[in-house]
Structures are given as C-alpha cells and as structure tokens.
C-alpha cells in the first residue's frame, strides 16, 4: 500500500483581487510543500500584500483557491485556520495592553489552556527581548515599530502553529533580534512546518528560503528554488531583469543638491 502524499502547507490557485480598475493580484497560483520556507517578493505595488491577505482569510478573492494543509480558507476557514500563524501588514493591535497581557488575550481567543498560555508567554517575551519593556508595563501604543513587530511574530506563534505567514517579519528588526528570528524559523522547518515569508531584502532571502517566487504587476513572474530563480545571477539581478530597472536620467532631480 502506497501511503498518501502530504498536500502542500499552502496552495494557492488563481488567486485574483482587482480594486477598481487597478488589476492588484491576476491569477497567482503557488504550491509551498511541507517543511519549506518560501520567500516571496516583488516591487513596491507588486501585489504581496495582496495575495498574503487573501491566502490568510484577511481578504476575499474576487476568484481563485487558498488551501492550507488542504483545509480551503473560504468554505473551510476554521479547520484552514487552526494550523496557521500570520504575520500581517499593519497588525492592529489593541493598543493599551501590554505585551505579555495580548498574548494571555490571544491565546484565550485560540481557546488556549491558561498554563499553557503563560508559559509560551514569558518564553517568548525573554527570546524575543520583550521582557523588560514587560517589567516596566510598556503597552503595546509605547512600543517601537521592532518591538511592535516582534510582538506580532510572538502572536504568530504562540499557539505552536504548522504554517506561518509573514509580512516582512525582519522590517525594523535589529541584527541581534533579526538572528533570533532566523533561529526560530530554522528551527521551525527543520521540525516540518512551512514558513511564507515576503521581503525586500535579497540576500536574506536568498541565505534563508529554499523556494522563492517573484510577483510585479500581480503576476507571478518566476517561481522555483532559490537556485533555480537566480539561474546562476544574483537574486537581486535576477529580480531587476525581471522586473526592470529603473535608472536616474542625468536631467532627473538636478535641482537636488545643486
Ligand atoms: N485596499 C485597497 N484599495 C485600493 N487599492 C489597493 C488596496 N490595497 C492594495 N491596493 C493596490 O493594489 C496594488 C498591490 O498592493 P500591495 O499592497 O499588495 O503591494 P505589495 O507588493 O505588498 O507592495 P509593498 O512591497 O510596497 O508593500 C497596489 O497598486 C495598491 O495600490
């Protein structure tokens, strides 16, 4: 007997949203397999935020699927839910908690044992350097755009999650956290779980994922290992051959500087 192959952590198929006339995600389709991270990344406008939030259950598809682990994000949200932790752009958080105080309220809303809870809490606080803002009753409005960053990745993990969906996780991260979160999401893979990562930053993508897709003009332009994609270039080369670049004209900005 045969045994039956794992669906992948996250497929998406033909995936589309259009805001008025502007075109924002045409059709993107992406299979991330088990105990992959996958970078995903794009120009300004490309349309990540976009597929990320329509993957996750943030955003509704004017047409096309998202599965994780098989489970279908709109006629299934629940069951697709219960094994992803998201990262999204711009999380709103409530405000006047403090750190270890959204935890505790996120991990009653996953319905959480409270021990269990309190526990991952103050782990996650100590790893990620959260701990003496805790001490001192920062809330969340006097955080730092890292601190506010890392805070979220916390609520992406708390409930011990077998996919992870990140919005530029490392923006505003310092190097010492940024490691960190390196080592947990090593980790994270190493144990099976999938990671869906997007980023401006290249070469953190290319050390880091094992798949990558390039999206620009909501289309996914290239997709395949990291290896595959940058098909003997730099990543970053590959992605402004792909993309286009844009240079400065002598005549542009003259009067900058002058
Ligand atoms: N709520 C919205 N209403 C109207 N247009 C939108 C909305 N959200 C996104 N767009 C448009 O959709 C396109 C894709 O935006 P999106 O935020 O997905 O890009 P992105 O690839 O995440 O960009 P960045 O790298 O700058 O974060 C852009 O042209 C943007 O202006």
């Not at 992959?36 to 597929?51: I, Q």
């Not at 992803?84 to 270890?100: C, I, K």
């Not at 269990?116 to 730092?144: K, N, P, Q």
């Not at 997709?223 to 993309?243: C, I």
Request: hydrophobic content about 45%; proline content about 6%; charged content about 25%.
């Amino acid at each position: 007997m045969t045994t039956p192959t794992p669906p992948p952590a996250f497929a998406l198929d033909g995936l589309s949203k259009r805001f008025g006339d502007k075109v924002a995600v045409d059709e993107v389709t992406l299979d991330v397999p088990p105990a992959c991270l996958f970078g995903l990344v794009g120009p300004n406008g490309a349309g990540k935020t976009t597929a990320l939030s329509m993957a996750v259950g943030l955003l509704r598809p004017d047409r096309g699927t998202a599965r994780v682990l098989g489970a279908d994000m709109w006629t299934d949200p629940v069951a697709a839910k219960r094994e992803l932790g998201v990262l999204p752009d711009g999380l709103a958080l409530p405000e006047r908690l403090t750190g270890g105080e959204l935890l505790g309220y996120w991990g009653r809303l996953r319905g959480m044992p409270v021990p269990v809870v309190r526990s991952r809490t103050a782990e996650l606080l100590r790893i990620l350097e959260l701990d003496e803002a805790e001490r001192l009753g920062t809330t969340v409005m006097e955080y730092s755009t890292g601190m506010r960053k890392k805070i979220g990745l916390a609520t992406a993990l708390l409930h011990a999650p077998r996919v992870l969906v990140l919005d530029e996780p490392y923006e505003a991260v310092d190097p010492v956290s940024a490691r960190v979160l390196t080592a947990i999401l090593r980790r994270f893979v190493a144990a099976g779980g999938s990671v869906v990562m997007s980023s401006h930053v290249m070469s953190l993508v290319e050390q880091l994922c094992d798949r990558v897709a390039i999206i620009a003009g909501g289309r996914v332009v290239a997709d395949g290992t990291v290896d595959e994609v940058r098909a003997g270039s730099s990543l970053e080369d590959r992605f402004v051959a792909l993309v286009g670049e844009r240079r400065l004209a002598e005549e542009e900005l003259s009067w900058l500087a002058s």
